[in-house]
C-alpha cells in the first residue's frame, strides 16, 4: 500500500464526501462539508427501528434525507441556506418517466439551439470578478445555457434537473479547484475556440448522468424546509425517531462562500452583501458583513457550560494570534447557538429517539476546541441520556483534529 493510500485508509475517506461521487443522486453535486453516504446508511440500519421517522436540522446537500428515502423512510431535511433547501428537494424527489422523457427531449433541443445563441446582451451572475471563475468563451456558453433553461415551458421538477446539470458543468468548465476543503483557483491552459463546444457537451453529458439518478424511484417521502435549526419546532411536530445530522464545525468554515458560484447562477444571491447577511442567519457564518457582526457579538444567556468555555476562549484571546478576539467570540457565540439548537432537537424527537451528531473539533493557535465534549454535556442538559462519544476518523495531518460521533437518546 501507498504512502497517500495508508493515509487516505488513516482518515476512512470513505466517510466524506468522496465517496458520494459515484453514487448516482449522491454524486450529483459535490459539496466538501458533504458526509458519505454509507455513514447514514449505516447509522439508520444501526438504529433498528421499523421505518423510523428521520430528520437532518443541517441538511445541506440532503444526504440523510436521500439516503432515508433510498431506505424507505420518511425524512425532514432542514436547512437555513435556500439554494441547499432547493437542492436538497430535487435530489429526494421521486420523478415520473415521462417527466424525465420530457426533460431529455427538452436537453437535446437546447444543446442544438444553443452554439448559434449570441450571449453578448444575456443576464449573467453579478459575481465579484467573474472572470477569474471563467473564461469569456465559457462564460458565453453558460450564459445562453442559463437563458434557454429559463425560456423553457417545462414544470418545475423538470427545469430543477436541467439547473441541477447547469450547476455541474458551471463547477466543471470553471477555474476553480475543489480539491482542498474548500474552494480555490486553479490556473488552466485550456480555453480558445474549443471551449463552448466543450461547455455545451460537457451539459449534455451531466444533463445524462442527472437524469439516470432521477430514474431511480425513492421508496421513502422527503420534506425540505427552509429553516433555522435553533428552532425546529417552527417548523417540526413531535414527531422524529432519529435526528443524524452534522452541523457546521467551529472552523470558520463559510458555506455560502463555497456555494457562491452556484447561488449566483440560481438568482439565490443577487448581490455581495446578500452573501455576508445569509451567512450571518448560519451557525458558524464568517462570511463578510457576519465577521462584523461575530466581533461586537455579546451573549445574552447563560451556558451550563460556562467554565470550560470560558477558560477557552480565554486561552484563545491570550494566544495573541491575528484576530484572537475576534475568534474567541466566535467559538463563544458557536457554542451558544448549538445550546439553542439541543434544547429545540429535545422538542422534536419522540420518546426514545435517537440523535447523532457527526462533528469534527477545531483548533485556533494550537488551542484545542473540544466540541464534542460540550456536545455530549450540552445534550445531557438538554434533557437526553445515554449519551457517547466515538472517533469516527482522523481528519487531516493536524494530530488533534478527529471527527466524531456524539449520540444520545431522548427518554
Ligand atoms: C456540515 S453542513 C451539512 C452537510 C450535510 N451533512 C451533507 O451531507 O450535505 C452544515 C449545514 O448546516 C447549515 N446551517 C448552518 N446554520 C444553520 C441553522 N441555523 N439552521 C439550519 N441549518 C444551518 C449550513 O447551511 C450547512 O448546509
Known sequence: MGAAETASRTR???LTFRANRDAGRHGWLRLTPAYSHRLVAEALERCGRQRPVVCDPFS????????AAEQGHDAHLVDVNPFLVWFAAAKTRNYRPDEL?????????????????????????PLHRIERWWRPEELAALKALRYLIDETDL??????????????????????????????????????????????????????????????PLPGRVAAHLGDARALEEDLPRCVDVLFTSPPYANRMSYVRELRPYMYWLRYLTEPRDAGELDWTAIGGTWGVATSRVGSWEPTQELPLDGELAEVCERIRDSGGRNAELLARYVHKYTDDMWRHFRSAAGILNPGGRAIYVVGNSSFFGEV???????????VEAGFRDVSVTVIRKRNSNRALFEYAVEATRP
Do not use: K
Request: aromatic letters at 6%; hydrophobic letters at 45%; a negative charge.
Open 12 to 14: 476512512n475517506e470513505h
Open 101 to 125: 422523457a420530457e426533460v431529455a427531449e427538452v436537453a437535446a433541443h437546447i444543446v442544438r439551439q444553443g452554439p448559434g445563441v449570441d450571449a453578448a446582451e444575456l443576464w449573467q451572475p
Open 155 to 216: 414544470p418545475p421538477p423538470g427545469t430543477d434537473l436541467l439547473l441541477v446539470a447547469l450547476c455541474r458543468t458551471l463547477i466543471a468548465v470553471s477555474d476553480a479547484a475543489f480539491d482542498h476543503q474548500s474552494m480555490s483557483f486553479a490556473s488552466r491552459d485550456s480555453g480558445g475556440d474549443g471551449a463552448p463546444a466543450r461547455t455545451w457537451a460537457r451539459w449534455e453529458d451531466d444533463v445524462g448522468a442527472v437524469l439516470a439518478g432521477a430514474a431511480t
Open 60 to 67: 445541506g446537500s440532503g444526504t440523510t434525507g436521500l439516503v
Open 369 to 379: 476546541v473540544p466540541v464534542q465534549e460540550w456536545y455530549a454535556q450540552l445534550l
